[in-house]
């Protein structure tokens, strides 16, 4: 018999239990850290043993120095296609097991993430013997943490497996709780507090002033809705068809959320990957548009220290807060999208500091909750923004950002997508000079079909093809002011 959840957490016997199965076997709020502690040194040890080759040592250092993102990639280890499609069922559970049980680290250490997709399998996988109300508390607990509530849990658990007798009427008192997994009560889901402490008072005059003008954010800030998924969706595939990977993943994140009952608009850190003028940094930028959500950029490449990103430290002449307070200040939402290009490109050192480095702070899950701001001296919650980066080379962007990332390659344009592209060109080069598209000077069709045949060959790259289109647009107009008027 469980102990109730007023009882206070309590060890398990480990030697009446699989440790494996403790993820679907036992309410989360019992499962103390010495089984924690257990479990996950079961784990690192099996994947030494399978590895031996040392090719995940690094990741197994990292989940070893308990990073949650890395329990998170570590998980993806043991859920294969191969293990899903070959395996005996046997197998195949002791390989979920393993997965849900490494997402279960990650959610001893605060991760949401992961908290939503434990919550997912445990309501889809279908253990031998388990009680229903055990796995609804779980769940309920596991809803508390990823900031849906109660109800959402509850409606996952009952669509699955129908309502339980006694469980709809105690399930808040199920949800309570004192153990290690316990949670702060859910947020407003329409708004968050940016700034988690009032900046102290300064001297300097120009300090003050900054502080006053950030002074908003320490009240509840506002988070914009995502739009309908389906009309994003089919918006991007007619803009970009040849990006499949990339939309897939905008469409999984978008629908899972609204499935979940989150309504702002959140996408996990996506960094795009790809030959250099094939659209990467135009298809986040569509995206933001797309989805009306407010955006900015900063270009990384180049960049000689992290203070573009980082702001300046209080104590400077210069001092200002950091990139993402700026964006949140100045665009009057939570939740904007920042787009950070040529990460693979950016410089800095020891001394002056990497704007990578920086940057893996603010994507860290727990991290970005309450990261410091070194001018105002306050922590802020940057949870809610959107970070899509773009690189030209996987292999120099640091091996923790790409953990912190989903990684995906952004391939070249068909030659069959030239139309498509042609039509963004124009989009684009009339939106810049505010006009409507048919006020262009019109290219003439053998024009059309240089450009096409150029695209076709590989001469031409999508950022080719708009400077060319550009060029040529200028120079219709000069032969059409010329020509006489008849």
Known sequence: MMPSPEDGPTELDLDQIDLLAVWRLVPISRIGPETLQRLQGALLAFTRAKHPDGEFDELLLRAQARDSAAWISLCELYLSPTARLFGQELEIMDSIDRHCSCLLIAVSLGSRPAAVLLALRLAGTEPHGVDHGVRLQALLELSRMTRFGGDAAYSIHTALFGAETGTAGNKEKQAEGSGL??????????????????????????????????KPLEAPFPLKPAPPAVELIDALRREFPWSVVAIDEVAIELTLARRLGRPAFWLPPLLLVGEPGVGKSTFARRLAVLAEMPYETLIAGGSSDSRSLSGTARGWGTASPC?????????????????VEEIDRSGG??????????????????????????????????SAITWIMTANRLDLVPAALRSRCRIIRFDRPRPSDFDVLLTGVLRDFAEGYRVEVGDLPELRSDVLEQLRAGFASGRLQARQLAQVVHRTLGLQGMVDSTEPVH
Do not use: H, W, Y
């Open 349 to 382: 050192g020891s001394r002056n500091g990497r704007m990578t480095d920086k940057l893996i702070t603010m994507l860290d899950p727990k991290i970005s909750q309450s990261f410091l701001d070194e001018c105002l001296q306050v922590q802020t919650n940057l």
């Open 181 to 214: 997994f316990d949670a702060p009560e859910p947020d407003d889901t329409t708004a968050v507090r940016v700034l988690l402490q009032k900046p102290a008072k300064a001297t300097d005059k120009d300090l003050r002033a900054v502080i006053e003008l950030f």
């Open 323 to 339: 990139f993402p307070l700026e964006v949140i200040r100045r665009t009057g939402v939570a939740n904007p999208i920042l787009i």
